[in-house]
């Protein structure tokens, strides 16, 4: 059977900026997505030049350009969720949020990028203004770290009272992860329901990595792809993420790139016994 034809392998509809290190962006959403099973109909909303250290600069797509190759595919394609990563510009969100009204039944997974991992800023005041206005009450999954939450719960003093007001503004289910954090582990927060569903520990490793976000928040909107619960797809999108990052390698002088394909080295190993 020719996998055009195959009804078991879902489409996810991706807004991401390119990156040309391959770390981060449509490239981790690619693959990450891949890994679950699904297949990535990638749509680039900005075109970034960076290294695994840090964005230099962005040149951000116009609100038609987006608007043209999602519907394209929309059009085309049976979507089955959607991931949202790197914006870019206010024209970026609000097409987005024009294609999202029209496709209010395929889940929505926001990784809202506000900075990069370097520390350069990809969002200023108005974007996150509008980002809680337009994309936020139509998300299904929200995965910030704690400092996008904070940024975007402004009223908030503490983890819990930012993720009730994420959800109070229209997120349905909200992740927030903890790497960014002084604790001995990692601690991600998973809320739902006006409350705290569940609270995963996971082992800090010793390194940064350009691109976990993309990882996580893609692998989650591939298995909700496969119509997987949303908590089940959360943990088993961390337990991805956690051994590419173990698996993680260096290949330029700043952070280490995930392998998203640590999983073929492993059935090969297995293969040989």
Same mark, same amino acid.
């Given at each position: 059977?020719?996998?055009?034809?195959?009804?078991?392998?879902?489409?996810?509809?991706?807004?991401?900026?390119?990156?040309?290190?391959?770390?981060?962006?449509?490239?981790?959403?690619?693959?990450?997505?891949?890994?679950?099973?699904?297949?990535?109909?990638?749509?680039?909303?900005?075109?970034?030049?960076?290294?695994?250290?840090?964005?230099?600069?962005?040149?951000?797509?116009?609100?038609?350009?987006?608007?043209?190759?999602?519907?394209?595919?929309?059009?085309?394609?049976?979507?089955?969720?959607?991931?949202?990563?790197?914006?870019?510009?206010?024209?970026?969100?609000?097409?987005?949020?024009?294609?999202?009204?029209?496709?209010?039944?395929?889940?929505?997974?926001?990784?809202?990028?506000?900075?990069?991992?370097?520390?350069?800023?990809?969002?200023?005041?108005?974007?996150?203004?509008?980002?809680?206005?337009?994309?936020?009450?139509?998300?299904?999954?929200?995965?910030?770290?704690?400092?996008?939450?904070?940024?975007?719960?402004?009223?908030?003093? !503490?983890? &819990? #009272?930012?993720?009730?007001?994420?959800?109070?503004?229209? @997120?349905? +289910?909200? /992740?927030?992860? %903890?790497?960014?954090?002084?604790?001995?582990?990692?601690?991600?927060?998973?809320?739902?329901?006006?409350?705290?569903?569940?609270?995963?520990?996971?082992?800090?490793?010793?390194?940064?990595?350009?691109?976990?976000?993309?990882?996580?928040?893609?692998?989650?909107?591939?298995?909700?792809?496969?119509?997987?619960?949303?908590?089940?797809? !959360?943990? &088993? #999108?961390?337990?991805?993420?956690?051994?590419?990052?173990? @698996?993680? +390698?260096? /290949?330029?002088? %700043?952070?280490?790139?995930?392998?998203?394909?640590?999983?073929?080295?492993?059935?090969?190993?297995?293969?040989?016994?």
């Amino acid at each position: 059977m020719h996998l055009k034809d195959n009804p078991s392998l879902p489409v996810v509809l991706v807004f991401a900026g390119n990156d040309p290190t391959g770390g981060a962006g449509i490239q981790a959403d690619i693959e990450s997505i891949a890994s679950m099973g699904a297949h990535a109909a990638p749509v680039i909303t900005s075109i970034t030049v960076q290294d695994t250290q840090d964005v230099k600069s962005y040149f951000p797509l116009g609100l038609t350009g987006i608007i043209e190759q999602a519907r394209a595919v929309l059009e085309d394609m049976p979507i089955a969720a959607i991931k949202i990563g790197m914006l870019g510009s206010l024209e970026a969100i609000e097409a987005i949020s024009s294609i999202l009204v029209d496709y209010p039944d395929i889940p929505v997974v926001l990784d809202p990028v506000i900075s990069a991992g370097g520390g350069a800023t990809l969002m200023d005041d108005e974007m996150l203004a509008a980002i809680c206005n337009l994309l936020i009450p139509k998300t299904t999954v929200l995965v910030p770290n704690s400092e996008e939450a904070r940024l975007l719960a402004r009223e908030a003093d !503490v983890m &819990e #009272a930012c993720a009730q007001e994420l959800m109070d503004m229209g @997120a349905e +289910y909200v /992740l927030i992860t %903890g790497s960014h954090e002084k604790t001995v582990e990692v601690i991600n927060l998973f809320f739902g329901n006006s409350r705290l569903i569940d609270t995963f520990s996971w082992e800090r490793l010793p390194h940064t990595y350009h691109g976990s976000g993309c990882t996580l928040a893609a692998c989650i909107a591939g298995l909700l792809a496969h119509r997987i619960d949303p908590l089940s797809a !959360v943990h &088993e #999108a961390q337990e991805f993420t956690w051994k590419s990052l173990q @698996a993680g +390698y260096r /290949l330029g002088m %700043g952070q280490l790139i995930p392998n998203r394909f640590f999983w073929a080295v492993e059935d090969e190993s297995a293969e040989d016994i």
